[in-house]
Every structure is written in C-alpha cells, then in structure tokens.
C-alpha cells in the first residue's frame, strides 16, 4: 500500500507541473481562435520560418512543460512540424539535474547540450524543408482549435478563459492515468532489468536505448544519464536516449493531434534522428571529445 501511495503521490506531482503549461498554451490557442482571428495565424505560419531555432532554444531549458506545450500548438497548427520536432530533440528534462549532482564538469554539460540544441535546430529546419518541398498538407493546415473542441466534443463556445481550462482538465486525466500506469510500470519491473537491455551492446545499445528513452516518464532520462556515468553505455547511447525522450509531450501529442499517422510519422522521425545521431556520436571524434571533458 505504501508503494501504490508513492506511486499515486508522484503521478499527481507530475501532472501538477505540467498544468500552468497546458493551460497556457490552451489559452494562447483559444485566444488566437476567438479574439485575434488571421492576422495572428498568419504571423504564426511565418514565424514558422524560424520556429526550429525557437523551439530548440526552448526545449534546452531543463522543464519538461515546454515539450506538453509545443504537442498542444502543433495539434492546434500553430507550429510546424520541424519546430516541435526540435523541442523534442533539445529538451533536457532530468538530465542536467543529474550532470550537475553528479560533478560532471561544464564543458561537458555545455557540450551535450549543444549537441542536443544543435541536431535539433537541424533535424527541425530539414524536416520542415522537405515537408514544404512536398507540399505536404499538415504544412499549409490554418491553424484552429475548433477541430479539437469538436473531437473532444467540449461544447467550448463560452469564454476562452473557460475554453482553456476545459482542455486542460481533460489532457490532465489522461496524463494523470497513463503517468500512473508508467510509474508503477517502472517499478514493477526494475530499473536494473531495463538497464541489462543495453548492456555491452553496440549498435543494439543505440537502438535499445532509443527504445528505452521513449518512455514518457522522468525515469527513462535518469536511468539513461546515470548508466553512462557509470561506464555502462556509451555517450552515443546515451544521446540515442535523450535525444527521443520528450517526456510526456509524445503523450500530450498523441491524445490531442490527428490524424493519429501523422502522430505515428513524428514518432518514427524522432525515434530515427536519435538512434542515428547517437550511432555517428559514437563513431565520430566528438564521442572522445565529449568523454574527455567529463
């Protein structure tokens, strides 16, 4: 009972933050929807040019809200692909906090970062050129809130405020029960049987520790951080890992975007850029580099 207490208590604790970005950026889309009209999509839809650079330097700052956040745009089309795509890649979630404790040196937080930033602003700007090259239809999508409120049959007309607070209480369940599902899941399993996944394997390691860091949960970033300060996994591993864990933003996209492949397409996208940056990490000078730094 002790441990189901634990579980429910840290679920709760995990949503609880994750609210003032949900309802922020329901409200910035409501808004848009009911007050400003085109003038503001428009200056989205433009701004989107350089949305991947935003969006990476988002995603660098240790809070994983800004991933939730940039789910709730993207599914409302207020942001390119290419620009959640580079929220998701630079986010750092629990990361920093264990370089830090851990004494690791600031070159060498500065260095993953940088990594992460940077294979985020470039995954962003080449996936948004090519969706553009293409003409694909999610590109040139008007931004609106209202396929949302219908999915969701919401009946949301009322006031934006109330809109808002509507699509956060709703988001805010689902992650609730799935945050619970996947704390107790961890737990139940263990840490060390998924930590003997990628043990000793190249290449595999890459691609297990891919898997591993799609878990939308704080505790795939930790594992995956302290089994390579522990000289268990290599520092491409690593970053194969950190580079797909987006937190709970995966969740947060897949309860609210549809079509649900196009969810799917994000999610194979993501899941490639980490496991083949972490294998050309790995392979290149700049794992001794970032090793030495350490």
């Not at 962003?124 to 931004?143: C, I, M, N, S, Y």
């Not at 808002?164 to 899941?185: N, P, S, Y």
Request: proline share 3%; with cysteine; hydrophobic share 50%.
């Amino acid at each position: 009972m002790t441990e189901w207490t634990e579980w429910i208590l840290h679920s709760l604790l995990d949503t609880a933050k994750l609210l003032p970005f949900l309802f922020l950026t329901y409200l910035l889309m409501e808004f848009l929807e009911h007050k400003s009209g085109d003038a503001a999509g428009r200056l989205l839809r433009r701004s989107g040019k350089i949305g991947p650079l935003l969006g990476g330097a988002l995603g660098v700052v240790p809070q994983c809200g800004f991933s939730a956040a940039a789910s709730g745009l993207y599914a409302g089309r207020l942001i390119t692909v290419g620009t959640l795509l580079a929220v998701y890649l630079s986010t750092s979630d629990e990361m920093l906090p264990i370089l830090l404790s851990s004494g690791a040196s600031l070159p060498f937080i500065l260095g993953v970062l940088g990594c992460k930033l940077a294979i985020g602003v470039l995954v962003g700007f080449a996936v948004d050129f090519v969706f553009r090259l293409f003409r694909r239809k999610r590109q040139t999508d008007e931004p609106c809130i209202e396929a949302i409120c219908e999915r969701e049959h919401c009946k949301c007309g009322e006031h934006f405020v109330l809109s808002a607070l509507k699509h956060t209480l709703r988001i805010a369940v689902f992650l609730l029960i799935v945050t619970f599902l996947l704390e107790a899941a961890v737990h139940l399993i263990g840490e060390e049987r998924i930590a003997s996944l990628v043990l000793n394997r190249p290449v595999l390691g890459n691609l297990l520790a891919a898997v591993v860091g799609l878990i939308p949960n704080c505790a795939s970033s930790v594992l995956l951080t302290e089994l390579y300060l522990s000289g268990v996994i290599s520092i491409g591993s690593m970053l194969s890992g950190l580079l797909v864990n987006a937190g709970v933003g995966l969740l947060v996209l897949f309860r609210t975007n549809r079509p649900v492949s196009d969810s799917v397409r994000v999610l194979a996208i993501l899941w490639c850029t980490g496991m083949v940056s972490g294998l050309l990490i790995d392979v290149s000078p700049l794992a001794g580099w970032l090793n030495g730094l350490l």
